[in-house]
Structure formats: structure tokens, C-alpha cells
């Protein structure tokens, strides 16, 4: 838990600003409770029991302006707590998306990363919060209270401290019991996080088998795992009841039993009822929350946390919002190499591409064909270092993929999927984060070469806001083109990147890249594409071809099939092609 101490500190640092204007709006909130009890007994002595009502109604008129100046303290600190909670869930996050994509990259695929992604990151966030208005109420609840049983006597503040420090200090005791029956609900959490991610993403497997019911138990087990322990947290309830019985009520009945001694002594009746007041409308509930909000919010921030920071990557490993390293200009030494490469979706899966081996030149231009579903894009996925093969090796530019760095691979391959991304900002910004600091003049050269120069013009120029839900499929896989155009990586890999196109513009930017210095690897979603390649890969979920499209032609009928070609070859082959789900159709 030291780790989520410092970092918990770090966080809190970072923010003192907010955290003194907080303070500062804090204390103004609490101005009703700490004079409540006081204008109460003044109310009451000096005014009602005094005969002189008119005194008592101008005390309780004073309380009504203090609780007017601490709505006004409630509404600003709340309005304050979104300024020092959500830069705390911002950092987490970066630390969670560099840890899970540092681990996929050194093939530890790890599903529990979307548990902690998703509802980890958010439970953080939202208990972080509710820790700190807990703590900040208690602590300026609790002062305002003391100081007014101060001001009515010192008997009396010693009278609900010792029970309120008994309740405290049963609390604390009990503390490392509920941390550590919280840290067992978050492992189980991930269990069953992994165990659903497995059995849905295996479940066709899993129907095909037969194994539903083995499957459902397996599951069912971690279900029952997380319920066993989610009771053994409930129990802890009885543990903070006693605190609350302790700290909390308590000081009523001693009031209440020495308030004849107390008369004696010189209280008034006002006097005790103020102190009445502070104990039920300061000390109760400040308490209540203290007890409630740390064992319920409180725990879960730091066994969560703590979690989180176990598999995240470290605060300084890439600071927040730095670049990715920029890629060297060298273009050479691109060759692709695959030697043996397995791949299945899951350990029980048949395998998608078995004992593949593929040697792809540098400066090559290879087009990949098959039908829909046959491991396309998979292949893709794996040249380009996001997926890893169950066996065998892939290389590019002559070193590992598999252990190789997101910077690493930045600087080797550049990846164009079907879904464009394409994320809300400056055009400038949306073309130039694969190469930061790009020069304006080469953007320009660069479009011109791809013949999208009227797309930027007409999106609006380099400093026009881009939205994605504003722009068309199309526009959006263009824009992913030029700023792949404008990697230096020497290996471009387009996985139907040009789907949304019309022909023509594909023909045109296909031509393009195989221009540019260094090898690029095409997954075509028209066969056309393989007309303008050197070589063609076909994967018909048997075997994998390698040749030119003639080539493919003469020893291949899966091939000749795929393109459209029947008992009379066509007098133009290029006006075949397949559609996107891979069955072949024809353009007149």
C-alpha cells in the first residue's frame, strides 16, 4: 500500500491550488454547524427562558444567514472537486492503456486489462472523490463541533471526545481485516473478468464441442467465487456499526446522565441543549460519514488502487502527453520475414494460419486475396505486431516483433486498418502525430502526390477542427493514408484501408504507395489490387500461394474462382474483383 500512499500524495500535491480554495469554501460550509449549538443556547438563556423572545428569534435569524453562507460553501466545493479529482483519473488512465499495450506488445495478452480499464479506472475516480468530501467533511464537521462544545464548556467537549476517540480507535483496529477482505473482491472481480472474456470469445468453439456445460460451470465457479467473497465483506457492517454505536451515540446518554451535574456547575438549559445539537448535527454525523465512506469508498480506492498501479506501467515511463518517439527517416532494411507462424483464436481454436512461412523483399509490393473470414486481416495483425502467433516468428526490417516496443514498432511498420481512426482535432494534429513536427510544405507535397489536395482544402486546411462523426468513411480512411504516406516507417501495411473508396481513388493512392521507399503489403479488398502488385498470397484456409496474379492464374483455381474467372476467361480481368465480404462480383 505504499505505493498508493505516494501516489495518492503526488496527486494531492500536484493539485494544492484547488485543495487551499476547497479548504477555504470548506470552512464556510461548516459555519452553520459551528454555531448552531452556540446560537442555540444563546437563543434559549438569553433570549426565550430570559423572557425577552424578541432576543432568542434575532439568534436563530443569525443561524439562518450562516446557513445561507454554507450552502453557498456546499455548492463551491462541490464545483472545486471535479478540478482535483479528474486530472488524478487522467494520469491513471495513461498509466493503464501503457501498461496493457507495453504487455500485449511483449505477448501478456491480458483480458482483466478491459475490467481495469473500464470499471476499475471509474471506481478509482468516483471513490477518490467520495474520499475526499468524506475526509474534508469530517475533519472541518468534527473542528466546528469541538470548538462549539469548547465555547460552552470544557466539560462538555471532554464528555463526547472520549467516546468518539474509543469509536475511532475500534475503527482503525478493524481497518487491515477490511483491506484485506476488499483486495480478495477485486482479484475475484478480474477472475471472473478473465473467465467471461474466455468463454465468450471461445464460444463457437465451445458449441462446436459440446462443451457448454463444462464451460458454464467453470464460469458458474468464478461466480460463486465472487459471491463468497462479497459476503465475507458484508460482515465487516457489524464491525462499523459498533464504531458508529460507540463514537456516535454514545455521547448522547452521557450528556443526558450528567446533565444534572452539569446544571449544578453553572450550564444552563441552553447550554446543554447546543451541546445536544453539536453531538447529533456535527459529531453523529461526521462520524457516520468518516466510518461509512472509508470503509465502503475508502477501501475500495486503495485495494483498487493499488491493483491498478501492480499493472500499470510506472508515471514516468512516458510522461503525460509526450509524443511518441519520433521513427528515424531510414527506409531500408524493410524485408519481411514469417518463419512457422501458428495462430488460433483461443487455445482450443482450429488454427487461422498454420505453419506459415513468407520472405518479402525489401522494396516489395505484395497484395494478399482470399475470401472473407480466411485470415486476412489476422495476418495483417501479426506482420504488424499487434496479434502474436501461439508458434514460430515474425521479423521485419530484420529484427523481432514479438518483445519489440510500441516505439519500436512505430519506427518499423505503419498499420492503415479498414476503420480508419481519425480522433477530434486540428487536420495539422490528425496528419502529423506518427511524425510531430512535420513541415507544412511537405504535407503539401505529400498530398499532392496522393491527389488530396482538394480534401484539405475542402475539410478546411491544416488548422481546421476535425470531428469524426462529421466526416464520411471515405474522408476518414484518406486522411489515415496521408499520415501513414507521412510515416517514416519503411513497411506500410493496408488492410483494406481503401474499402470506402471508389476504384479510381484506390488505383490512384495504391500506385502511390507502391512508389514510396520501402515495401508496403496491401490486404485487397478488390482483386484489382492485385493486378497493380508484384506478387500475390492466397489464403484459402488450406494452403497459402505465392506467385504473380498470371501466375495465380495458371496454378490456381481457388484463385481463378476468387476473381470471378469461369469456363471463359474474361477479356479484361481487371473489371473483377471481390466485394467485402469476400465473394467475387463484377463491374461492367
Not at 505477448?107 to 481495469?116: F, I, K, L, S, T
Not at 478493524?174 to 474466455?198: K, N, S
Not at 465502503?296 to 511518441?324: E, Q, W
Not at 484518406?478 to 488492410?495: F, G, H
Request: aromatic share 6%; proline share 6%.
Amino acid at each position: 500500500m505504499t505505493t498508493v500512499v505516494g501516489v495518492t500524495r503526488a496527486a494531492l500535491r500536484a493539485r494544492r491550488a484547488q485543495l487551499w480554495r476547497l479548504a477555504g469554501w470548506s470552512a464556510a460550509e461548516v459555519l452553520p454547524a459551528a454555531l448552531s449549538g452556540l446560537f442555540t443556547a444563546r437563543a434559549v438563556d438569553s433570549g426565550f427562558l430570559a423572557g425577552r423572545p424578541g432576543v432568542g428569534l434575532a439568534w436563530l435569524a443569525l443561524l439562518g444567514l450562516a446557513v445561507l453562507v454554507g450552502a453557498a460553501g456546499t455548492n463551491r466545493s462541490y464545483a472545486l472537486l471535479g478540478a482535483v479529482v479528474e486530472p488524478f483519473r487522467d494520469d491513471l488512465l495513461r498509466r493503464v492503456v501503457r501498461g496493457a499495450v507495453a504487455g500485449a506488445a511483449g505477448g501478456r495478452a491480458d483480458d482483466a486489462a478491459v475490467a481495469r480499464l473500464t470499471h476499475q479506472v471509474e471506481l478509482v475516480r468516483d471513490t477518490y472523490a467520495g474520499l475526499l468530501m468524506v475526509v474534508r467533511g469530517f475533519l472541518f464537521a468534527l473542528g466546528a463541533a469541538v470548538l462549539g462544545l469548547f465555547s460552552l464548556a470544557a466539560p462538555v467537549a471532554l464528555l463526547v471526545a472520549v467516546p468518539v476517540l474509543a469509536g475511532l480507535g475500534l475503527f482503525a483496529v478493524a481497518l487491515p481485516v477490511m483491506v484485506a477482505r476488499q483486495r480478495e473482491y477485486v482479484l475475484a472481480d478480474e477472475q471472473l473478468g478473465r473467465a467471461v472474456v474466455t468463454a465468450v470469445s471461445g464460444h463457437r468453439d465451445v458449441t462446436a464441442s459440446g462443451a457448454r456445460d463444462q464451460v458454464t460451470g467453470w464460469v458458474g465457479g468464478s461466480v460463486d467465487a465472487q459471491a463468497r467473497v462479497e459476503r465475507r465483506l458484508a460482515t465487516m457492517a457489524a464491525t462499523r456499526s459498533l464504531s458508529l454505536a460507540l463514537g456516535g451515540w454514545l455521547p448522547v446518554p452521557a450528556l443526558l446522565l450528567a446533565a444534572p451535574w452539569l446544571v449544578r456547575q453553572g450550564l444552563g438549559p441552553g447550554a446543554l441543549l447546543g451541546a445536544l445539537v453539536y453531538v447529533t448535527r456535527g459529531v453523529q454525523p461526521a462520524l457516520h460519514s468518516l466510518v461509512q465512506g472509508v470503509a465502503a469508498g475508502g477501501l475500495r480506492f486503495a485495494v483498487t488502487l493499488d491493483r491498478l498501479l501492480r499493472t500499470a506501467a510506472p508515471a514516468d515511463s512516458d510522461p503525460a502527453g509526450s509524443p511518441l518517439p519520433r521513427p528515424t527517416p531510414q527506409r531500408t532494411g524493410a524485408g519481411l520475414s514469417l518463419r512457422g507462424v501458428t495462430f488460433r483464436y483461443g487455445p482450443h481454436a482450429d488454427p487461422v494460419l498454420d505453419d506459415l512461412d513468407l520472405e518479402v523483399p525489401v522494396g516489395d509490393h505484395l497484395v494478399i486475396v482470399g475470401a472473407s473470414g480466411i485470415g486476412k486481416s489476422t495476418l495483417a495483425g501479426l506482420i504488424a505486431g499487434v496479434l502474436h502467433p501461439q508458434s514460430g516468428t515474425v521479423h521485419v526490417g530484420g529484427s523481432p516483433v514479438g518483445g519489440a516496443t510500441p516505439g519500436e514498432l512505430a519506427e518499423r511498420r505503419v498499420l492503415i486498418p479498414q476503420e480508419a481512426y481519425v480522433f477530434t482535432g486540428t487536420l495539422r494534429d490528425n496528419l502529423g502525430y506518427l511524425t510531430p513536427g512535420v513541415p507544412d510544405d511537405v504535407v503539401d507535397r505529400s498530398a499532392a502526390r496522393l491527389g488530396l489536395t482538394g480534401l484539405l482544402t475542402r475539410l478546411g486546411g491544416y488548422d481546421a477542427m476535425l470531428r469524426p462523426a462529421d466526416l464520411s468513411a471515405g474522408e476518414r480512411q484518406q486522411v489515415a493514408l496521408l499520415r501513414a504516406w507521412l510515416s517514416p516507417a519503411p513497411l506500410a501495411i493496408l488492410d483494406e484501408a481503401t474499402c470506402h473508396l471508389d476504384p479510381a481513388t484506390e488505383a490512384r493512392l495504391e500506385t502511390a504507395f507502391a512508389a514510396r521507399p520501402g515495401t508496403l503489403v496491401v490486404i485487397a479488398h478488390r482483386v484489382s489490387s492485385a493486378l497493380r502488385a508484384r506478387r500475390v498470397l492466397l489464403l484459402d484456409g488450406r494452403t497459402a500461394l505465392l506467385d504473380t496474379h498470371q501466375g495465380l492464374l495458371e496454378r490456381s483455381a481457388a484463385y481463378r474462382a476468387l476473381v470471378g474467372y469461369g469456363e471463359t476467361e474474361p477479356s479484361d480481368p481487371a473489371t473483377f474483383w471481390t466485394a467485402s465480404d469476400g465473394t467475387p462480383a463484377a463491374r461492367a
